[in-house]
């Protein structure tokens, strides 16, 4: 009788009963008891479907306390997978899939410091009167770019769709063929533009655009030129494009708004970092760009958002625009990117403070010591594993600098007992998460991308998660 699956259905325990059980009593104090029935339900249907169809034996139904354990640890599972810590051992020190730029810690703390409690977000202290909520950046803003006037919103995305909006629905945006780009996720320049009820007019070609390509696309019909920084690719070669100075004279003689995208936000030279040429939003401003947009995320290395700096007038018809207060950013997020714009008033402080840039300020010297040192450390740790130190080269991501590596350091784990991919895995899944790359059957993490207190917690997780 114990192979018909009626009988061991008899078996089974009810769900009652389960719930009944201390270790899901207790369970229920910690996760609620919507979430232990549901587990509980969950778990019975699953050995009843599997006595069913004769993959489950009768004699092998769990009893009551591994069953408990299984559906608690399941639950603890399940606790655990909000947004977690992650160590970014991937190389590339602004990745979106991790949350992009760290914030410097005077940013965090001003985030926190706003989140927990009432702030001045929209309100004029002195006066007591409602003011724009842009208003509290605005000044530093204008301080660090040279602009005029300046706004925020959720992200650059957000400030390319609200400027495409405000300046040209209806009408025709002015576009070198070069710059039609696709920068990922659901942003290609082309179909931005068609949301946002604006037309799309492509000047010159893919390699070579000039300024009197645009001067002779330029009618009744053009509501704005729009010059976007070509971030995440590269053309060499026989190429041209028109020199933002003078394009800007031809957009002031026409009478037509000259906007540019710049991407990564830059407020500084990155050449310092030996990065390549990367656009800086003074010195759009400083060519006579009328509006200059970018994200906070990227190398400005603040919060999630899309700052916008240039003319006066220009800034109030985008602040007025409805859509504006769709992609309005909160006070967390304006007290973050307050405490980082801060610190670029120095730029040898923000050097320091904001991770972004002390991560690229590294010499390489220093993560070649951290890297032997944590490798020395591991071989003496780890069996059944080869532990390398070996050069290699970071990439600042993001979709800025795509072909920029910076010289670098990474551990290399190869083994040929033992699963990478599984090992890769268990990292990912551990506490906190070590995010790595495999390549080529090699475990590569390196060092780039991590404060310096956590090489420990790096080594500690490669030990754990190839104990498992
Ligand atoms: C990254 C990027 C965007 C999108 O910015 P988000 O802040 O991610 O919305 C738009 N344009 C350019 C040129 C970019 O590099």
């Not at 009893?63 to 992650?86: E, H, M, N, W, Y």
């Not at 120095?346 to 220093?366: C, N, V, Y």
């Amino acid at each position: 009788m114990s192979n018909n699956p009626n009988a061991a259905l008899r078996n089974l325990p009810s769900i009652t009963t389960l719930l009944e059980h201390p270790t899901l009593r207790e369970a229920a104090e910690q996760y609620g008891q919507v979430a232990v029935t549901s587990a509980v339900r969950s778990a019975v249907d699953h050995l009843r479907s599997d006595l069913q169809t004769g993959e489950q034996a009768i004699a092998q139904i769990p009893p009551p306390q591994q069953l408990a354990d299984q559906i608690a640890k399941t639950l603890l599972q399940q606790d655990a997978s909000g947004i977690r810590p992650v160590i970014n051992a991937t190389g590339i020190l602004l990745h979106t899939g991790l949350g992009r730029a760290p914030l410097a810690k005077e940013a965090a703390e001003a985030a926190e410091q706003a989140a927990r409690g009432y702030c001045n977000v929209e309100l004029d202290l002195a006066s007591g009167q409602r003011t724009q909520r842009s208003k509290v950046v605005e000044r530093l803003l204008c301080e660090l770019t040279g602009a005029e006037a300046a706004h925020v919103v959720n992200n650059n995305a957000g400030a390319t769709g609200l400027i495409l909006a405000t300046l040209a629905t209806g009408r025709e945006v002015i576009v070198s063929h070069g710059e039609l780009i696709e920068i990922g996720g659901g942003f290609r320049v082309p179909e931005v533009i068609s949301a946002y009820g604006a037309i799309l007019r492509t000047v010159g070609t893919t390699n070579r655009t000039r300024v009197d390509d645009y001067a002779n696309a330029i009618g009744e019909q053009t509501g704005a030129l729009l010059v976007v920084h070509p971030s995440n690719y590269h053309i060499t070669g026989f190429t041209e494009h028109a020199d933002l100075q003078e394009l800007a004279a031809l957009a002031r003689e026409q009478k037509v708004p000259l906007v540019h995208d710049i991407g990564s936000g830059a407020l500084i030279d990155f050449r310092q970092f030996g990065c390549a040429d990367e656009p800086i939003a003074s010195a759009s401003i400083k060519a006579g760009v009328d509006l200059v947009f970018f994200s906070g995320d990227k190398l400005l290395g603040g919060p999630q958002c899309g700052i916008i700096v240039g003319q006066r007038d220009l800034i109030e018809q985008v602040t007025r625009h409805p859509l504006s207060r769709a992609l309005r950013v909160d006070k967390i997020t304006l007290a973050a990117l307050h405490a980082t714009l801060k610190l670029y008033r120095t730029p040898e402080k923000a050097r320091q403070a904001i991770p972004l840039l002390r991560f690229l300020s590294t010499p390489q010297e220093d993560l070649k010591n951290r890297t032997d040192r944590l490798a020395e450390q591991l071989r003496t740790k780890l069996e059944g594993w080869e532990v390398q130190s070996e050069p290699d080269e970071a990439f600042v991501g993001g979709g800025s600098l795509p072909q920029q590596g910076v010289p670098s350091y990474s551990l290399v784990l190869t083994s040929a007992e033992h699963c990478v991919e599984a090992l890769a895995g268990r990292l990912r899944a551990g506490e906190p998460a070590v995010v790595g790359r495999v390549q080529q059957g090699r475990l590569v993490l390196n060092l780039h991308g991590l404060f310096e207190e956590q090489d420990e917690l790096l080594s500690q997780a490669v030990v754990a998660a190839t104990a498992e």
